[in-house]
Structures are given as structure tokens and as C-alpha cells.
């Protein structure tokens, strides 16, 4: 029996894309045929009834998937701070291996989207989304990283510490995406398309486009952007040479 694939989905900062990079991923992993469940393991900024990251998610995909949302903060802050502000406990890394555990035993791919970048504090103890990744291979569970960076200035930086912190923790990075490629690309994004998978030592895996949230077809959309080993058909490559740097 083949082991259901998880991968958590972390990002250089906040609004770099990860929500619609998770549902890219997701609609071309339902499209491919596999069964696909999404968990978002804390929410902030949203209010009690109000539609968060696994709703967006739901509505991108447009087809059927697993959604889960394990604790939810009103205000838009690490999970940690706006635990304390609300009197709402926090969220340890037990609980979050405990439901991918449970939705990998009926999918073939699980998807955790964190909140903001990898070392981002959950509690009090100052756990983050690595200290949920590493209680979920605890548990058996082989889960990786997939890291959501932006094209220009400043991203090799970021990326380069993301990567340094996961290794750090024995946690493998399965790639990058580039959660909002330009219309316009400068020089500096040009180059990084290049620069970024050494900065990751992992491969660059897509790059979607700006506003594809908006997308008419959100589905042919993400085949289009995002390489093989995510579902799609996104040639890295192809993609440098005509984005190559004069």
C-alpha cells in the first residue's frame, strides 16, 4: 500500500500566496485523480462564521475535496499572540498530527496550509508549523515541505533561511512555488528563476500567475503552472528561456 503523500505549505512572510498556491496544488492533484483533503491548522483574521483559507480553497478547486480547519482567532496575527488576545487556547503540533493522521488514512494527498512563514509561534512554548511537520513524521507519516516564495528582490535572502531552518530540523523540502509571477517581470525575477532553486536546494516546482484567484479556469490554470511532481504540466526550463534575462 502506497503512503499518502503530505506536504505542509509554508511561505517567505504573509499574502506571498499560499493559499492559492494550496488550492492550485489541490485542483490539480483532485484532476489527476487522487483523493485530496486540505487542513488549515490555524486561521486568524477571520471572524467566527466568516469564510477562511479552506473556503477560498474550496471555491478555487471547485470540485469535490476534504476540508478541515482545526482552530480559528479573530484577529489577523501569529496564532500565538491572537490565542491570547481571545482567551482561545492555542494550537499544539499533537493536535495538528492527529488530524493529518486521520485524513491520511482516507486520501492520497493531504495538504497543511501554516499561517504566515515557517517559524511563525503557535503557543506559548513558541512551536511553529516545523514542530507540526516533525510530530507528523513522529507519527510515521513521511511529510515534506513545500515553500511559497515571491519572484523579486529579496527572496533568495528568505528562501535561503527557510531552507537553512528546515534542514536544521531534518525536515526535507519537496520544492518551491512562486506564489504570484509578474505580468511585468524585472530583471530581478527573471534571474531568480534561476537563483531560487539554489538558494532552496530544492527545485523550482511553479510559477502562478499574478491574480490567478481570478482565473476563468482555475484548473487548466494550475496544470499550467505547476511542474509534474505537483500535478501539472509546467516546464521549469521552458519557462527560464522565455523569461531569460537580457
Known amino acids: 500500500m502506497i503512503a499518502p503523500q503530505v506536504l505542509f505549505v509554508t511561505g517567505t512572510g504573509t499574502e506571498v500566496g499560499k493559499t492559492v498556491t494550496t488550492a492550485a496544488v489541490a485542483s490539480a492533484a483532485v484532476r489527476a485523480g487522487l483523493r485530496v483533503a486540505v487542513l488549515k491548522p490555524g486561521q486568524t483574521g477571520v471572524a467566527p ?146 537563483d531560487l532553486p539554489r538558494a532552496a536546494g530544492a527545485p523550482l516546482l511553479g510559477a502562478l500567475p499574478e491574480r490567478a484567484a481570478g482565473a476563468g479556469d482555475f484548473a487548466a490554470l494550475a496544470r499550467a503552472a505547476l511542474a509534474p511532481p505537483l500535478h501539472g504540466q509546467w516546464d521549469a526550463e521552458r519557462f527560464a528561456a522565455g523569461n531569460s534575462p537580457a
Open 49 to 194: 462564521g466568516e469564510p477562511g483559507d479552506a473556503e477560498e480553497v474550496a471555491r478555487l478547486v471547485g470540485a469535490p475535496l476534504t476540508l478541515r480547519e482545526l482552530a480559528r482567532y479573530p484577529e489577523p496575527l501569529a496564532p500565538d499572540t491572537a490565542a491570547r488576545r481571545s482567551g482561545l487556547p492555542c494550537l499544539t503540533p499533537a493536535r495538528t498530527a492527529e488530524a493529518v493522521a486521520e485524513l491520511a488514512g482516507g486520501h492520497d494527498l493531504v495538504l497543511v496550509e501554516g499561517a504566515g512563514g515557517l517559524l511563525v509561534r503557535y503557543d506559548e512554548d513558541g512551536r511553529t508549523l516545523a514542530d507540526q511537520a516533525l510530530a507528523v513524521r513522529e507519527l510515521g507519516l513521511p511529510a515534506q515541505l513545500l515553500l511559497v516564495a515571491t519572484a523579486g528582490l529579496g527572496t533568495l535572502n528568505i528562501t535561503a533561511l527557510t531552507a537553512e531552518a528546515l534542514a536544521a530540523r531534518g525536515l526535507p523540502l519537496f520544492g518551491v512555488v512562486i506564489g504570484a509571477w509578474p505580468d511585468s517581470p524585472g530583471l530581478a525575477d527573471r534571474c531568480n528563476l534561476a
